[in-house]
């Protein structure tokens, strides 16, 4: 069966709003268990490795090569993934207040893919497309707010 | 606290430069889940050095582990869901998406831990759905005109 580039992303957006978002949740589990801060280290390992695991196993048994390009991308985007994270414990840790922290932060993330998408990457979107960017823009900013 | 705003900002760029090098990836023929592994390799590699290099080891215990293995293959699988969207979608609308993915956690938050449902959450509630409603259908519209046009051309 052959499913549609339309099908197709409806679907890959479902999915990254039901995982993406809960991925986050298990820290809020510990939380709830009253588990010391520290246990955040050996939990991401463990997380890290579990997601490894998930999509490499399936590679493993499909024959299909981890490029060596691959390795180049992923580390940049290892990098940047855990540098957002330092630079946004830190402002927190700095004594700025996370409804300012989490807004900023986010928001600002969204604003400069959205440039990005917009000169650097020459993508066209429909006006009601860029309308539903500006309203999740507020969203997303009152619910880090929230 | 002054060095927390410019920390605000550079973690802003930081995780929007992320989905801007994944969409590079993309347009320089990277294979998704090879990007996927590697960047979970990289991320278990600093993790584990961080783990091992701490003062004061907290014991992992089997029912955090089992909860660090369903959450961490929900990253893994959103993140590929990321990967391969970028191939034919926006990258604006697929990381807006990640990012107002966040509203989920909440959701089961209110319903699990008995979390207070304030009127600011309700707004961002309905401005979330809102934002979903016009995105998938300027979606359907994009398509419909590519179709239109493409149809024209031939």
């Given at each position: ?11 890959l957006?479902?999915?990254i709003l039901?995982?993406?978002?809960m991925?986050a ?47 180049g ?17 830190n ?5 700025l ?12 993330s969204i ?36 | 606290m002054?060095?927390?705003?410019p920390m605000c ?22 294979n ?54 970028i ?20 959701l089961?938050?209110?319903w ?32 419909r ?10």
């Amino acid at each position: 069966m052959k499913i549609s580039n339309k099908t197709l992303w409806l679907l890959l957006m479902l999915i990254i709003l039901l995982t993406n978002g809960m991925s986050a949740f298990g820290l809020r589990v510990l939380s709830g268990w009253g588990l010391p801060p520290n246990i955040k280290f050996p939990y991401l390992t463990v997380w890290f490795t579990a997601g490894f695991a998930c999509i490499g196993i399936p590679m493993l048994l499909r024959r299909v090569k981890a490029a060596r390009n691959a390795a180049g991308w992923g580390a940049l985007t290892s990098i940047l993934s855990i540098g957002g994270q330092v630079a946004m414990a830190n402002a927190l840790n700095s004594g700025l207040p996370g409804n300012i922290v989490f807004p900023v932060t986010v928001g600002g993330s969204i604003l400069v893919v959205a440039i990005a998408g917009k000169f650097f990457f020459a993508e066209k979107m429909h006006p009601l497309s860029w309308a539903g960017v500006a309203i999740g823009f507020v969203a997303v900013i009152l619910l880090s707010v929230s | 606290m002054r060095a927390g705003l410019p920390m605000c900002i550079a973690g802003a760029i930081s995780f929007g430069l992320l989905a801007c090098v994944s969409k590079l990836a993309e347009r320089r023929r990277c294979n998704p889940s090879a990007l996927v592994v590697w960047l979970f390799a990289w991320a278990t590699m600093i993790m584990l050095v961080r783990s091992l290099t701490l003062s004061n080891r907290v014991p992992l215990t089997w029912p955090v582990s089992a909860i660090a293995v369903v959450f961490g293959i929900c990253a893994a699988v959103a993140y590929l869901a990321f990967q391969r969207s970028i191939e034919f979608g926006n990258i604006t609308v697929g990381w807006l998406v990640m990012n107002l993915s966040a509203g989920v956690p909440a959701l089961v938050s209110i319903w699990v831990y008995s979390e207070r449902l304030s009127a600011l959450k309700i707004v961002a509630f309905c401005l979330a759905l809102l934002s979903l409603f016009c995105l998938f259908q300027g979606n359907r519209l994009e398509a419909r005109e590519k179709t239109a046009s493409q149809k024209a051309d031939s």
